[in-house]
């Protein structure tokens, strides 16, 4: 077997841990036995260099000395909980009691575990290292977890699209920013054309299949920056940023049109499915996002008494060229 087809197939490393020390026997001591344990092991002489490998790099463990010149373990401590909150680190510490206090200084400053300088031996390192990676690890986990219970938080589970929460915060944040940086915003109100025919007709399983439709042949119709919310039932709502009110306008016509020129397949038959759209920008008198909204919600409502399958901007409806009810719903 060829050098190269060994080093294929070595293991991967089980994690990277970064030794720090001024005294490069005692470094190259703790690296070896690290490396022994199957993790990949670099080195610092200093605080202010391991720092700066740190940011450059990802480390599962920092293996410190808590006497150095310049920064000492303390302040390697800090920066590396300020850098890399995640890492956990090690601390180096001699045999006497000023020494031990000096440990029981920093595990409470957030320190995993300390060894004694030198280690005993490599085995009492490895284990310090693997337990100091499975706390990692599962810190890691349960933080990944929070995000992914955040985000189904802020996203309704049927269309993927976010829901009634995240619009109010993002409106809030949207309107902010239109105003410090005197921009224009728009907004799109949609509600599905004689949803309620489909529900009638092929059961709530029918309805939930144009929803999650509709949803992405929205979506599909979306510049960079323009976010698609569930705002409640059949109503979704479109945030646009920087587009005044012929461009709202244009956005929501070409939402309208793709819509209609998407049927949905339900229990194998095929529904013209059909949606209204108010349209309004932020406007000086507006005194907030509701402001804002609520002049949406009513040329949404002028849209559908103009017809539906059109979109509406302050009172004045533009029909467009498709015009189809929804099957179950008998047309109008």
């Given at each position: ?12 490393p ?18 070896n ?79 995993h ?25 599962l ?73 999650r ?38 956005a ?39 402001a ?7 040329a ?33």
């Amino acid at each position: 077997m060829r050098k190269d087809e060994r080093k294929e197939m070595a293991p991967a490393p089980k994690g990277r841990v970064l030794v720090v020390d001024d005294s490069r026997l005692v470094r190259m001591m703790v690296a070896n036995f690290v490396a022994r344990g199957g993790f990949e092991a670099e080195q610092a002489e200093d605080g202010a260099t391991a720092l700066a490998l740190l940011a450059r790099r990802a480390y599962d463990v920092v293996i410190t000395d808590l006497k150095m010149p310049g920064m000492d373990g303390f302040e390697v401590l800090a920066g590396v909980k300020r850098v890399s909150p995640s890492v956990e680190v090690i601390i180096l510490t001699g045999s006497l009691a000023q020494d031990a206090s000096c440990a029981v200084r920093a595990l409470r400053l957030g320190a995993h575990d300390y060894l004694s300088k030198p280690p005993s031996s490599a085995d009492q390192v490895i284990l310090t290292v693997q337990r100091a990676i499975e706390k990692k690890q599962l810190k890691d986990a349960n933080q990944r977890l929070v995000r992914e219970l955040e985000s189904l938080s802020r996203r309704d589970a049927l269309t993927g699209a976010l829901n009634r929460r995240s619009f109010d915060e993002a409106l809030a944040q949207e309107v902010a920013r239109a105003r410090r940086h005197d921009q224009p915003l728009g907004v799109v109100m949609l509600d599905i054309d004689h949803f309620k025919g489909v529900n009638d007709a092929y059961g709530h399983p029918g309805g939930d299949e144009v929803l999650r439709a509709f949803a992405n042949t929205v979506k599909g119709c979306l510049r960079e920056g323009d976010t698609l919310f569930r705002y409640g039932g059949e109503e979704f709502a479109v945030l646009l940023p920087h587009a005044d009110g012929e461009g709202a306008l244009i956005a929501a016509q070409r939402i309208v049109a793709a819509v209609a020129g998407a049927p949905v397949r339900v229990d194998g038959k095929i529904l013209r499915v059909t949606t209204s759209a108010g349209v309004a920008c932020l406007g000086a008198k507006d005194a907030s996002g509701e402001a804002l909204v609520a002049r949406a919600d009513r040329a949404l409502y002028d849209a559908k008494r103009g017809g539906r399958n059109q979109a509406a901007f302050h009172g004045r409806r533009l029909a467009l060229v498709a015009r189809a009810a929804v099957a179950a719903a008998g047309g109008r």
